[in-house]
């Protein structure tokens, strides 16, 4: 599954029990939405969401990714954040979520 808009591209990869989310440009308020959707529907046991294609992050798309870990803890599932690179990195620091990254 692949969508594009709002300067996002999501791309799905789905293994027998593993999706795998990679992102490629902003994610932002406007794009946040697509993403919350896509993690909604991945219901395999391990989501990994592969930030190396990211090139920006504000509040609302942390908050979709904090939202989607958590939600993911109360099934009773796991879901890695992985490869955030140079300002997207810095905005996990600043927010003091480096822990999301695993």
């Given at each position: 599954?692949?969508?594009?808009?709002?300067?996002?591209?999501?791309?799905?990869?789905?293994?027998?029990?593993?999706?795998?989310?990679?992102?490629?440009?902003?994610?932002?308020?406007?794009?946040?939405?697509?993403?919350?959707?896509?993690?909604?529907?991945?219901?395999?046991?391990?989501?990994?969401v592969d930030l190396s294609?990211?090139?920006?992050?504000?509040?609302?798309?942390?908050?979709?990714?904090?939202?989607?870990?958590?939600?993911?803890?109360?099934?009773?599932?796991?879901?890695?954040?992985?490869?955030?690179?140079?300002?997207?990195?810095?905005v996990f620091e600043l927010?003091?979520?480096?822990?999301?990254?695993?």
């Open positions: 599954m692949s969508v594009t808009g709002q300067g996002l591209t999501i791309e799905r990869v789905d293994y027998d029990d593993l999706h795998l989310v990679v992102l490629r440009g902003e994610l932002d308020l406007l794009s946040a939405p697509q993403l919350r959707s896509c993690l909604e529907q991945a219901t395999s046991s391990t989501v990994v294609g990211l090139s920006f992050i504000d509040a609302a798309g942390l908050s979709v990714l904090v939202t989607a870990k958590r939600r993911s803890e109360t099934d009773g599932n796991q879901m890695k954040v992985t490869n955030p690179e140079g300002r997207v990195r810095r927010a003091g979520l480096n822990q999301l990254i695993g």
